[in-house]
């Protein structure tokens, strides 16, 4: 996974990477397995797994007991040495800016871009090693770190292969940041960071992002592709052989700003099925004993707590 032609983003397919897979295929591994897997193949710079968040985020909520999620590095960018995509218009940094106001504008996920005109990303290789190392020591942490350094990027137009961003980011989930980043420039990163790529590969996992279910039958499917809940659902079904599933109650949403700390329109309109036009009635009504600020970047409203705002 460490081919730099990886890079290219398609709105239509909604692949960051080759796209040539369908949406959903059928697959089958021979490997024993005792439960169902769910894998998550992504890149902390792969602006449709950015696309996906609110989609992914409701499936985990409500489906989430039926799985057992793995959050997997897939390797968009180690360098830009002797990248080139001229059939994508793509040769240099600077073309990507485009790419991402264009999912950012479809999508409704805010995106700057400006970040690869000004200070380009020379590689996804450090948030993700970063990312490895925090993973080893607490999963909800480095989730929480993958988020963060989404929202760096994407949003507020940080570059997060830099040592001091990366070190910021770190120190705000309440880890050591110079110790969590020293470690992430050993040999270690880049041996857990190997291990996700190869796994990536052996799922036969060539774009982002890319879903992986695999049941105890050793069946599974993939899903390539930001797609709708629907997609997720409907795979879930297949690979549990099930008509039916229970989802869980969508979670309130002072309880699910104050576990996320910052959400924006779109995330909030897909979990509660609500149209943009509502949002601002609806967090008012459902926020109202919560200490929240509504602010707006790019066009698009989030909310975030008081007493935990950040990039302000």
């Known amino acids: ?43 902390p710079i792969c602006s449709h797994c950015w696309a996906l968040e609110p989609v992914l985020r409701r499936f985990v909520e409500q489906y989430g007991h039926y799985v057992n999620v793995h959050t997997i590095m897939g390797g968009l960018l180690e360098k830009w040495a002797g990248f080139a995509d001229v059939s994508n218009g793509i040769s240099s940094p600077s073309d990507v800016a485009g790419h991402w106001r264009e999912v950012g504008e479809h999508s409704r996920m805010p995106i700057d871009g400006t970040l690869w005109l000004e200070n380009p990303i020379q590689s996804s290789y450090p948030p993700s090693k970063v990312f490895k190392v925090i993973q080893q020591q607490n999963e909800d942490l480095a989730n929480i770190f993958l988020r963060r350094a989404r929202e760096a990027v994407f949003v507020f137009n940080q570059n997060i292969a830099e040592k001091s961003v990366l070190i910021a980011i770190v120190n705000n989930i309440g880890l050591d940041g110079e110790k969590v980043i020293k470690e992430a420039e050993l040999t270690i990163g880049q041996q857990l960071l190997s291990e996700d790529l190869a796994l990536a590969s052996k799922l036969g996992v060539r774009g982002f992002p890319s879903i992986i279910m695999l049941n105890e039958e050793n069946k599974g499917v993939k899903i390539v592709g930001s797609r709708t809940l629907d997609s997720y659902i409907a795979g879930l079904k297949q690979v549990l052989h099930l008509d039916e599933l229970q989802p869980k109650q969508q979670p309130a949403l002072f309880s699910l700003l104050e576990k996320e700390k910052l959400l924006f329109s779109r995330e909030i309109e897909v979990m509660y099925d609500i149209e943009q036009k509502d949002i601002s009635v609806f967090a008012e009504k459902e926020l109202a004993s919560t200490a929240y600020d509504a602010k707006e970047i790019l066009g698009e409203t989030y909310f975030v707590m008081k007493e935990k705002s950040r990039f302000i």
């Open 1 to 43: 996974m460490t081919n730099n032609n990886n890079l290219i983003c398609d709105l239509e397919t909604g692949v960051c990477g080759v796209s040539e897979d369908s949406e959903t295929q059928v697959i089958d591994f021979d490997q024993k397995r005792i439960s169902i897997d769910l894998y998550y193949v992504t890149d």
